[in-house]
C-alpha cells in the first residue's frame, strides 16, 4: 500500500474494524500536492469533522488551526483584558478527511483501531473492480 500512496491513481479497500474504509487519490492540481481520500462505510459526511465524532477520530486527521494572528491576539487581549475567554480562545480544532503522508496515516490507524485487514485494491479498475474501457 506504500508504493501505491500518492500516485494519484486507484484505489485501496480495506476492513477496519466493522468498517469498509476505502482510500482514494486525489490530485489538488492548484496546490500541487496528492492526497488520499477516506471513505467511511461509502461516505465523506460532515459529522465526522466534528471533534467529538468517534468515526472522524479514528479515521480522519486531526488538525489545529490559528482563529487568530500574534498581532490579532495582541488587540484582543487589549479589548477584552487577558484574562477574558475571547482573548484566550487561539484555536479551533476539526478532523480533516484526507491525508498526505501514509507514515502518519499508519501510524494513526494502528493507534485507533484493532482489526486492519486489507479487502482489495485497484489500479487499472474502477471501484467495483471491473476494468475499464481503453
Not at 36 to 41: E, I, N, Q
Not at 61 to 75: F, G, L, N
Not at 85 to 107: G, M
Request: charged content about 30%; proline content about 1%.
Amino acid at each position: 500500500m506504500e508504493d501505491w500512496w500518492g500516485t494519484g491513481h486507484g484505489w485501496v479497500r480495506m476492513d477496519i474494524d466493522g468498517h469498509a474504509v476505502s482510500l482514494c487519490n486525489l490530485i489538488d492540481k492548484d496546490k500541487m500536492i496528492v492526497v488520499v481520500l477516506v471513505y467511511v462505510d461509502g461516505y465523506l459526511r460532515s459529522t465526522y469533522s466534528k471533534t467529538d465524532n468517534e468515526i472522524g477520530n479514528r479515521f480522519y486527521q486531526r488538525v489545529k488551526k490559528a482563529i487568530y494572528s500574534p498581532k490579532e491576539m495582541k488587540d484582543r487581549a487589549r479589548a477584552f483584558g487577558k484574562r477574558n475567554e475571547l482573548a484566550q480562545q487561539r484555536y479551533y480544532e476539526y478532523n480533516e478527511c484526507h491525508w498526505r503522508s501514509f507514515k502518519a496515516f499508519k501510524k494513526h490507524i494502528t493507534g485507533h483501531n484493532k482489526e486492519i485487514g486489507l479487502v482489495s485494491c485497484g489500479w487499472g479498475e474502477n471501484e467495483e473492480g471491473d476494468a475499464k474501457d481503453s
